[in-house]
């Protein structure tokens, strides 16, 4: 007598996400789809554009296993619905019988209201001040309350972490691991100063992941804020940094636009500015061992041919070059 299978590996079954698998998840929720579907741009969790019929398109995320917690997701959706409660323009998902995660088989999912619109011109000093004046409103109720089941943005979660993990899986080749290993301590002894240099910031709930291409900008010119998904505590220059571009010379006015239009809503702590640099040096060493550990999944693969090449390993020891001798820098400068 055989034995009766066990519930499906979530892992397996993520992996081999199948066209029937969203659009019985989303029919098991109620909604009746018309059969369309369009993968959207994301490598971490898997969403999709779905067709409804009668109605507006929705946007189904199929959560990657073991990445989060339910809790630390529960937390994020929390967050994102505090915000739009404060009619901050946030995509929020949906709570459908009370519920804004749902289990559908193996899969987590979640479903919010399908947003277009294009990337914001960031060469315009008023949608700078638009952009700061909405991150500080987020930060103005991200400040009511801390995270709990949500990490820190800190030196060794995205620095130290990440240095082991490249290092400890043979990422890192072999002629350069030992250059690898001397570049980053030097580069995160430099890092932790920056932070020591900023004082006692305030740790706040953050988006923590707030670049142009988490804004949309409708045909009416209306702001969209999406994607939550790295929500985390830091500091308030966190969802600030990541608009800079450019020289020095030309981050500065970009930088006084932001700050222009954030200190309308809150003040913000100028020591803050010490943390540009050390955080980029941060996103760029949390960056390269995050394709690393999704190196097994095959979506990972193309999305990235170039990932495991002598050349990226090259490139990436440059990159951490450079931020040695920017982090060193003093800090754009800003009169609040």
């Given amino acids: 007598m055989t034995e009766p299978a066990g519930p499906p590996d979530p892992v397996l079954a993520y992996a081999d996400l199948r066209p029937d698998d969203i659009l019985a ?3 098991n929720l109620g909604f009746h789809c018309d059969g369309r579907f369009l993968a959207l741009n994301s490598y971490e969790n898997r969403v999709y554009r779905v067709g409804i019929e009668n109605q507006p398109p929705v946007v189904a995320k199929f959560y990657r296993p073991a990445r989060w917690s339910d809790d630390a997701i529960l937390e994020e959706h929390r967050f994102t619905s505090e915000l739009a409660a404060q009619e901050i323009p946030v995509v929020a998902p949906l709570a459908i019988d009370g ?3 749902h289990h559908c088989g193996p899969f987590r999912v979640a479903i919010s209201p399908w947003r277009g ?5 960031l060469d315009e000093p008023a949608m700078l001040r638009q952009l700061g004046r909405l991150v500080a409103r987020m930060h103005l109720q991200g400040e009511q309350r801390p995270f709990r089941h949500r990490p820190v943005l800190d030196v060794q979660s995205y620095g130290d972490a990440s240095r082991d993990y490249l290092l400890d899986n043979n990422f890192i080749p072999e002629n350069l691991a030992d250059v690898y290993e001397g570049v980053v301590e030097d580069l995160l002894d430099r890092v932790c ?3 020591e240099r900023a004082g006692n910031h305030r740790t706040i709930r953050l988006h923590g992941d707030f670049h142009p291409g988490n804004v949309l900008v409708s045909e009416s010119g209306q702001l969209h804020i999406v994607d939550f998904d ?6 308030a220059i966190q969802d600030l940094w990541m ?7 030309e981050q500065t006015p970009q930088l006084a636009s932001l700050l222009e239009g954030y200190e309308e809503f809150r003040r913000f702590d100028a020591r803050e500015l010490h943390l540009v640099e050390a955080l980029r040096t941060l996103r760029i060493m949390h960056y390269a061992a995050w394709i690393a550990r999704r190196w097994e999944d095959p979506a990972f693969k193309i999305a990235f ?3 495991d090449s002598p050349r990226y390993w090259d490139e990436h020891l440059l990159s951490l070059r450079e931020q040695a001798a920017l982090v060193r820098e003093l800090p754009l400068e800003w009169r609040g």
């Avoid at 619109?117 to 011109?121: M, N, S, W």
């Avoid at 608009?243 to 010379?249: C, N």
């Fill in 99 to 101: 519920q804004t995660l």
């Fill in 25 to 27: 998840s989303l029919e």
């Fill in 117 to 121: 619109g294009r990337a914001p011109e």
């Fill in 305 to 307: 041919p170039w990932f």
């Fill in 230 to 235: 790295d929500a985390r505590s830091g500091p």
């Fill in 193 to 195: 100063e920056s932070f």
């Fill in 243 to 249: 608009f800079l571009s450019g020289d020095r010379e």
